[in-house]
């Protein structure tokens, strides 16, 4: 015995927490100031985990902050920045109450300014660490470069935000680290590979925003505060690493052909410069004039085993990188007028073809829609007037298809006025006992280079036989139950006790199913075993077994409606057929 | 004060008004006129009126006058900010001269006109405090200005005093231009001529009589009565008269009452006159010339200039860089160290990426991504966070159709909040092979013999089958049914071989385990009858039968609470033999394992007889227990010692009957025990319950259960013991009996097995009642179970 009494909620977790409200009255900040801070900063509440004792037992609702992330802001020079400008806007209101305007503007002039590098080093201590998290910063950039500019933020963050995007997109077709691309409801996700980084992003569709009055565009322009700063990092270290000029300039080709003709638009120099890099059209300089690097080769080290087998594995994925970086070239693209150019051009681009597009849709167009080499033109509406003999005129799908195929898909399904084939989204993964749509199955069997077979007639015989099959097993079905009706209607008669028609049958010799009985045996000692669960384990042996049949009951759900549905468009096929007829 | 302040602003006013010397005047006496209301007030806050001493009167008013002049003059420019505040007009330096200069003029003329007044002000500083005196004499100048001022205020008061008598003097009465010739006194009290017939003395020395005034009250009256005039006639103080006021005079006193101008004709609205606007005139306001030093450039200017030009050519003023509002970027992590990775990022749980699209996201989706009606009505039904899919799948024919995504900036700044506003936890995500929670046991093809299918089925009784019991030899059953009768079976063909009409539902039959005799207790209402059902060895029948018979009736008669009697005749012949009456329903027999004493439980709350033992050879009853612990549920021997099992609701108390104790208390967990059976070897013990569950008592390891088993879907109704093999079996209100491996191991050390081999079903549930009794074979890995549907079936 003996040695002080402890005290409750003194140690352990509960000192290791601290509530929002604490947390701002030791900063001395603002609600605001403080969640800015937090935005900035990176900081988080964190879930205790039990947090009856770190909010010292009451059950109230309170968010936590770990305690080290408080005492860490403490430190922070920005908040001695916050402070300056609380104060700066008090002087400015006074000022602005006297009319004293040479006042306002001195107090203008010398508006207190910070600066985020150092957060930016804090919150990502390597290259890697931020290129990992750049994918909400390169999401906001491109919908805060969409925005109009009046009203919502500041021009500069507009504009700031655009060139960012655009040396963004710069640097993904000059690397031609593009992997997938998706088009959704929503907008056209991108996916890259960036130095091993999996980086995804959302571009909003190209149309002026309904901005909602529900949404607090303070916090989002904190966050674009500071995702600017970080993009603007991330870029000039990949720049970097291409040897190409930051802030990024045209090479001596690109800009010869660019100049003469579209100087005029523009009234201001960079403006129209900011213009024909985002036009993606040319080519970026670099700082070592080298003509076309080089793809590194592998190096080949002799392995035995199973490392053997990854080697080639890891080489022949390489093998299809370099095929998928190449997938457009040589090919010769025209943007007809209603296409997305932006995206389009930035897709095409990336996989090596040329792109051009009208003159007077945008700057930087290469070739015009008579050149004879065109071999693709791009064109979404039912039909074109004037066509020429020598290229496809194909629907905008094909290109992200074929770019998620990474093969040219058959272009017959994207001409003009043809019902396009459903466009499936590359980041699903299907896992055993998935729903697996038909049009993803002949994907594959066109990636594994199977011909495409004329199925409808085959698919049509298949389905028959299946058919039958079903029949048969209902026949069995109905056997069975039929002698189980049978012999439930003796027993009732022996338990009203009638005396039965006594009557001695051949004997039918039932095949006993060894199989099967095996089966029931296994079933039934499962059963058994189940019952012999400990609760807590049978709870969450529910849990998963419930989990799996919903998953298996929403799979054959998709079946059948996928089924009900072609069934329903065959039926309407042969209709026509018939009428036709 | 007030009175002073209207008076400074009112001389104020009037410097302005100075420009327009022709309305001067007029305006003058217009203020004099203005001024009479004031004036009054003015009197009233010195505190006496004209009934005081002149001089008094005058030393007051001087008093006032000297400190009013004093701040008016001492605060010529407090009175134009007063100006200020009002009118919202500037003052310059030029303006403010020209207005002393004006004020100056104003002096002169006011000391030419109201001479006699000035001389009263120099009277006054005599009586005046020394303070005032001195900061008087700093400004006389100013101070005599004021004061004249406020002379002239107070001379016009003390014509007001007069006024009324003046006027109608002058105007009324009397035609001529004269001053009032019956007033000779001058302005004195006229209290002092009260008691004189006079009032002062004409040219000649003369007495100036008043009019006779000899009216009585009775005069007045009459006077009231008789002349209309009466309500505006007014004594003139001055000279004793009654004067009639004018119509203009009454009108004037009615709207002096009524606070307005005496002057019908004054407008008080007038419309305000700009004098300084915007509006450059064409004439200055002064005349002045400008002075010499706005020609000359300042020397200070000329010093202070000299110097920024000295330093901005010394390079120590720059100017001002045009501020660059571009970031500027660099190669943030040239020296990146990936072990400067701050404390606090241990800590760290990255934010979870967006969730990636999946099919139904796109714009040309597989048709069957796209909700059908009823799914898209549900969908539109739920609660935005019950949804299983965000947004509706939609199929658009091309691209271009697609619109703009209105939640867009929605779904971006809610990812904000997510990022900074919602709390972070690492979780453990477990990768739970389901195969692996089923706990290894024993295949059950290894714990052979147990009983696997239905083969006999046993009918015959037309209710449900409430208790069956099987022979110790294991060659007979009984069954006891609701429907009021027993039936033995014979166990091996399911051939009813005997049928006992008891005239009552019978609640329990318990086949006594004494090979050596053949009985079998029955519980019927308040009876339990003792039958010998004549199956079996005709030696131990006889035996059985000799074993009553010999009974002989004790010497003393002890009071029994249950009564022993032999049956007789058609009873007798049916094979009953003894019948205790009790007194109350029995719901249970049980046998002791030497077949001797009968246990019997009357499940009553208020009773504390609610088991009885009774010894059969002897016909003795006793009744164990003094005390009502609770409603009894069942009761059990134990098969070796002199223990008592009894059940209550939620307990099973064990009992040495011997030491007459209670030697241990289980507790059941459960919330109503229904049954209950003691292994052969004593040391184990199951309880069924109407929750469902099975308990399974080690005695040795605890007084909880070492084991719950919850089997069943339904309420259990019986359990049993095998007596060799190692099997229990419970029914329940599911229609299933459920068959378990229990094997109880020597060692002491090793806790039971136990191991579901067999669910047996084959009774049909009727009235939500399934099995109801559960037996063993004594020998044989064979189970019976009696249910609802009033079959007995035997699985083997």
């Not at chain 1, 005492?71 to 920045?81: A, D």
């Not at chain 2, 009853?621 to 008592?644: A, D, E, L, W």
């Not at chain 2, 104790?661 to 229904?674: A, D, G, I, R, Y």
Request: glycine letters at 6%; hydrophobic letters at 30%.
């Amino acid at each position: 015995m003996g040695g002080l009494q402890k005290k409750k909620y003194e140690s352990g977790s509960a000192t290791n927490y601290i509530s929002r409200n604490k947390a701002r009255k030791k900063l001395c900040l603002s609600l605001a100031d403080f969640r800015r801070l937090c935005i900035l900063k990176g900081v988080y509440p964190h879930e205790p985990k039990h947090k009856k004792k770190v909010n010292k037992g009451s059950t109230a609702q309170r968010t936590f902050y770990l305690l080290k992330d408080i005492r860490f802001l403490l430190h922070e020079p920005i908040v001695g920045k916050f402070r300056e400008y609380k104060i700066f806007v008090r002087k400015l209101r006074k000022a602005y109450g006297k009319a004293e305007w040479g006042g306002v503007e001195r107090l203008r002039d010398n508006k207190p300014a910070y600066k985020l590098d150092h957060i930016v080093k804090e919150r990502y201590p390597t290259f890697i660490d931020a290129l990992r998290d750049v994918d909400d910063a390169l999401s906001m950039c491109f919908l805060f470069s969409t925005f109009a500019r009046t009203g919502k933020c500041h021009v500069q963050t507009i504009q700031l935000c655009r060139r960012l995007s655009v040396e963004w997109m710069n640097y993904i077709v000059t690397s031609r680290s593009l992997k997938k691309v998706f088009l959704s409801i929503k907008g056209i996700y991108y996916q890259a590979e960036v130095l091993g980084q999996t980086i995804t992003w959302l571009v909003p569709y190209q149309f002026a925003h309904d901005h909602p009055t529900d949404v607090d565009y303070r916090v989002m322009a904190t966050f674009t505060e500071f995702y600017t700063t970080l993009l603007g990092f991330v870029n000039f270290r990949l720049y970097q690493t291409l040897n190409l000029l930051y802030p990024p300039k045209l090479d001596v080709k690109g800009e010869t052909e660019l100049k003469a003709e579209f100087e005029e638009d523009y009234a201001m120099d960079s403006e129209s410069y900011l213009e024909k890099l985002s036009a993606l059209s040319a080519s970026l300089a670099r700082v070592v004039s080298s003509a076309e690097e080089e793809e590194a080769e592998m190096d080949y080290f002799p392995v035995e085993g199973e490392d053997m087998e990854k080697m080639e594995a890891r080489v022949k994925a390489q093998h299809e990188q370099d095929k998928q970086k190449k997938l457009f070239e040589g090919l010769k693209f025209f943007l007809n007028r209603e296409v997305p150019r932006e995206s389009l051009a930035f897709i095409l681009r990336c996989f090596g073809a040329q792109v051009s597009w009208d003159k007077s849709l945008c700057i930087g167009s290469t070739y015009d829609a008579e050149d004879e080499t065109i071999t693709h033109h791009i064109v979404d509406r039912p039909n074109m007037d004037k066509q020429y003999m020598n290229r496809y005129y194909i629907q905008p799908q094909w290109v992200f298809d074929s770019v998620n195929a990474k093969m040219l898909l058959p272009v017959e399904d994207y001409f003009l006025g043809v019902t396009l084939p459903p466009h499936l989204s590359p980041f699903v993964e299907e896992k055993e006992g998935d729903y697996v749509p038909p049009e993803k199955l002949k994907l594959l069997a066109l990636q594994r280079g199977e011909r495409p077979v004329e199925e409808d007639e085959e698919d049509d015989e298949e389905e028959e036989e299946e058919e039958d099959d079903d029949e048969e097993e209902e026949e069995d079905d109905d056997e069975e139950a039929e002698e189980e009706a049978k012999l439930k209607e003796m027993e009732e008669k022996k338990s009203q006790g009638k005396a039965l028609p006594v009557k001695v049958t051949p004997g039918k010799v039932k095949s006993e199913n060894r199989h099967r009985l095996e089966q029931e045996e296994k079933a039934e000692e499962k059963r058994l075993a189940i019952m012999m669960m400990k609760k807590r384990d049978k709870y969450l042996y529910d849990k998963i077994m419930f989990g799996k049949k919903r998953h298996v009951r929403e799979t054959n759900k998709m079946v059948a409606k996928r089924k009900a549905l072609d069934e329903a468009s065959k039926a309407d096929r042969k209709k026509k057929k018939q009428k036709k007829q | 004060m007030s009175a002073r302040g209207a008076a400074a602003e009112r001389n104020s006013g009037m410097k302005k008004t100075t420009e327009k010397r022709k309305n001067r005047e007029k305006e003058e006496q217009q203020q004099e006129e203005e001024e009479l209301p004031m004036f009054d007030k003015n009197a009233d806050k010195v505190g006496h009126l004209d009934d005081t001493d002149e001089e008094k009167e005058d030393l007051s008013d001087s008093e006032e006058s000297v400190f009013s002049g004093l701040e008016d003059s001492g605060t010529d420019d407090d009175d134009d900010e007063e100006d200020d505040g009002d009118d919202d007009d500037d003052d310059d330096g030029d303006d403010a001269s020209g207005e002393e200069e004006e004020e100056q003029d104003e002096e002169n003329h006011n000391k030419v006109e109201k001479d006699p007044a000035a001389g009263e002000t120099s009277l006054t500083p005599q009586t005046e405090d020394k303070p005032a005196k001195s900061r008087k004499l700093k400004k006389k100048k100013s101070v005599t200005s004021g004061g004249d001022e406020e002379e002239e205020r107070g001379k016009s008061e003390r014509d007001s005093g007069l006024k009324i008598s003046s006027q109608v003097d002058e105007y009324e009465q009397d035609t001529s231009d004269e001053e009032d010739i019956r007033n000779t006194v001058g302005n004195i009290p006229m209290e002092w001529y009260k008691d004189f017939p006079h009032i002062g003395y004409d040219l000649d020395g003369k007495k100036i009589f008043k009019p006779i005034r000899s009216k009585d009250e009775l005069d007045e009256f009459l006077e009231k009565m008789e002349n209309p005039d009466y309500w505006r006639t007014v004594q003139d103080k001055m000279t004793g008269s009654d004067v009639r006021l004018s119509d203009e005079q009454v009108d004037l006193v009615h709207r002096l009452q009524h606070g307005k101008f005496g002057d019908i004709n004054f407008n008080e609205y007038e419309p305000a006159i700009d004098f300084f606007s915007n509006e450059v005139m064409i004439h200055p306001v002064t005349n002045r010339p400008e002075d010499k030093r706005s020609f000359i450039p300042s020397l200070i200017e000329k010093e202070k200039v000299g110097k920024l030009v000295h330093a901005i050519k010394m390079g120590w003023i720059k100017p001002r860089r045009p501020k660059d509002s571009a970031p500027l970027y660099y190669d943030l992590w040239a020296k990146e160290d990936p072990n400067s990775i701050l404390g606090r990022h241990k800590m760290h749980v990255p934010a979870p990426k967006i969730r990636l699209p999946g099919h139904e996201e796109s714009y040309n989706p597989p048709p069957e991504y796209l909700l059908t009606e009823e799914e898209r009505l549900t969908w539109e039904q739920q609660d935005p966070e019950e949804r299983k899919l965000s947004l509706l799948p939609q199929k658009f024919p091309s691209l271009r159709a697609v619109p703009a995504f209105t939640r867009f900036i929605h779904e971006r700044f809610e990812r904000c909040l997510d990022l900074y506003l919602c709390p972070r936890q690492r979780k453990m995500r477990v990768n739970v092979n389901p195969e692996d929670l089923i706990p290894k046991l024993p295949k059950p093809k290894d714990l052979h013999p147990f009983p696997t299918t239905q083969s006999l089925v046993y009918r015959g009784h037309s209710s449900l089958v409430r208790s069956i019991s099987v022979a110790p030899g294991g060659q007979w059953l009984v069954s006891g049914s609701d429907d009021g009768t027993v039936r033995f079976w014979e166990v091996a063909t399911a051939r009813c071989l005997k049928t006992v009409e008891v005239g009552g539902a019978v609640k329990s039959v318990a086949w006594s385990p004494n090979p050596a005799v053949c009985l079998v207790a029955i519980s019927h209402g308040n009876t339990v009858v003792l039958m010998n059902p004549g199956l079996g060895d005709r030696l131990i029948l006889s035996a059985t039968d000799q074993l009553i018979s010999s009974y002989e009736e004790p010497t003393e008669v002890k009071d029994q609470p249950v009564e022993w009697s032999l049956a007789e005749g058609t009873e007798h012949q049916q094979g009953q033999r003894l019948i205790l009456t009790h007194p109350r329903a029995v719901k249970q027999v049980t046998w002791h394992g030497k077949g001797d004493y009968l246990a019997c439980v009357m499940p009553d709350v208020s009773s504390n007889v609610q088991v009885v033992i009774h010894q059969v050879s002897k016909r003795r009853t006793q009744n164990p227990f003094r005390k009502n612990k609770g409603m009894v549920q069942c009761v059990s021997f134990h098969p070796i010692r002199p223990y008592f099992f009894v059940a209550t609701q939620r307990h099973v108390r064990v009992y040495n009957l011997i030491k007459q104790e209670l030697t241990k208390k289980l507790m059941t967990n459960c919330k109503w025990v229904s049954s209950m059976a003691i292994h052969p070897g004593g040391d184990n013990v199951i309880c069924g319950s109407y929750d469902c569950r099975l308990a399974w008592f080690d005695l040795d390891l605890s007084t909880k259960p070492y084991k719950m088993l919850r089997h069943h879907k339904k309420a259990l109704r019986g359990v049993a013991y095998h007596r060799q093999y190692p099997l229990f079996a419970s029914g329940s209100d599911d229609g299933s009996v459920i068959v378990c491996h229990g094997m109880v191991y020597n060692d002491l050390l090793q806790n039971p097995l136990i191991v579901p081999v067999k669910v047996l079903k084959g009774h049909t549930i009727t009235h939500d009642l399934g099995v109801l009794d559960v037996a063993f074979h004594p020998t044989q890995p064979w189970v019976f179970s009696s249910g609802a549907d009033g079959t007995v079936r035997l699985f083997t």
